[in-house]
């Protein structure tokens, strides 16, 4: 399948392009602004399939408009039109399309001619009236509010807010890519505006809120719930915008004369990641807890836990060794210590299902023997 990808330097093209390559689609022609008449011509005279990316959205001259968009859009139908076959089209249009403004005008007038070339070819076409799209790639300081927010973030420059309060819809440019494959991939009805889902729901307030979240969790190592939906979109779009020599981090790392400890990441109701060391014959722990659980694992080493139950003097050791893969967990009420057992540093990942207070440490010195 030859597929043809107009605007494909952009933002939602760059995205398009490397998925469409990474599903195996070799055979696409990407068209820029760079792009002469004649190779605009000729990609469209083999198409199989068009998305139509391409088209103007801060020109200096409000002219640009319609050239950039409504004739532009004309120009792609002829040309298709010519061909005598019946070449699917999706079309990113914009939420703005109709409003009064020059863009949104131009964006209709688009519209209207892709309608007029799938009822007079029976082509099928996709519109899609795209909101405020955001992700990685996106442009910084040219027309999306969470890109410039993003980039400036990053990089500790100052955030500029006229209304904290102003609503923005927003679609991530993952799920406008993956709209646009199934659509390519599994051709549904068309002929009326496709849409993209989820639509978010937020205001610039919030968006700056997050971000400045997502930056203080260095510090803080405190970590939004980034794994999924809108904070996950948006912390992904965000750490995307980091300057390669912002990849890296130190934490604080606490050292005694058993070894060291260092805290990675805390959740807001899920715990919190760690990992201590211990040098040779070096014991650990001796303490219990009411209602706090912990997960450990040797990454290197040869460690010795002992148990015992504070109430029945209950008692259990087990030992376990680096590259086992072998998770240990300490129940509450019983007091609990890990022995470096071997000639080597121990090292050992932990996690606490909830984030240390030291207030409220719910950590009762005892030792194990007694």
Not at 17 to 39: A, I
């Amino acid at each position: 399948m030859r597929v043809v990808i107009t605007g494909a330097d952009g933002f939602i093209g760059k995205n398009l392009r490397v998925r469409l390559t990474e599903l195996g689609y070799n055979n696409t022609v990407c068209l820029t602004r760079s792009s002469t008449s004649t190779e605009f011509q000729q990609a469209l005279d083999d198409a199989n399939f068009v998305f139509h990316l391409a088209g103007v959205n801060r020109p200096e001259n409000p002219d640009d408009f319609l050239a950039g968009n409504a004739k532009l859009t004309q120009e792609l139908c002829i040309a298709l039109q010519k061909t005598g076959r019946k070449v699917p089209v999706v079309f990113a249009s914009s939420a703005q399309a109709g409003l009064d403004n020059s863009y949104g005008q131009s964006k209709l007038a688009a519209e209207k001619a892709l309608q007029r070339y799938g009822s007079d070819t029976s082509a099928p076409t996709y519109i899609y009236r795209l909101n405020n799209v955001f992700g990685k790639w996106c442009r910084p300081n040219y027309n999306s509010a969470v890109a410039t927010f993003c980039f400036n973030m990053a990089r500790g420059l100052p955030i500029e807010v006229h209304d904290a309060a102003s609503p923005l819809k927003l679609v991530y440019v993952d799920d406008v890519v993956n709209s646009f494959i199934g659509v390519l991939s599994t051709p549904s009805i068309a002929g009326k505006f496709a849409e993209v889902s989820p639509v978010y729901s937020t205001t610039v307030g919030e968006v700056v809120e997050t971000l400045g979240a997502f930056a203080q969790s260095r510090v803080s190592l405190l970590s939004e719930r980034v794994g999924v939906g809108f904070i996950g979109a948006l912390y992904s779009t965000y750490i995307s915008y980091l300057p390669p020599q912002a990849f890296d981090y130190c934490l604080p790392i606490y050292k005694d004369p058993r070894g060291e400890f260092a805290e990675m990441l805390k959740t807001p109701d899920c715990g919190q990641f760690s990992y201590f060391t211990a040098h040779p014959g070096v014991t650990r722990g001796e303490h219990y807890h009411h209602s706090k659980t912990e997960k450990f694992l040797v990454i290197r080493g040869t460690a010795h836990f002992a148990f015992r139950n504070i109430v029945t003097n209950e008692t259990h050791e087990l030992v376990t060794h680096g590259g086992e893969a072998r998770v240990v967990e300490t129940a509450p009420g019983w007091v609990h210590n890990i022995t470096n057992r071997g000639r080597d540093e121990l090292i050992v990942m932990l996690w606490a299902n909830n984030v240390f207070d030291h207030q409220k440490p719910d950590t009762i010195a005892t030792k194990v023997s007694t």
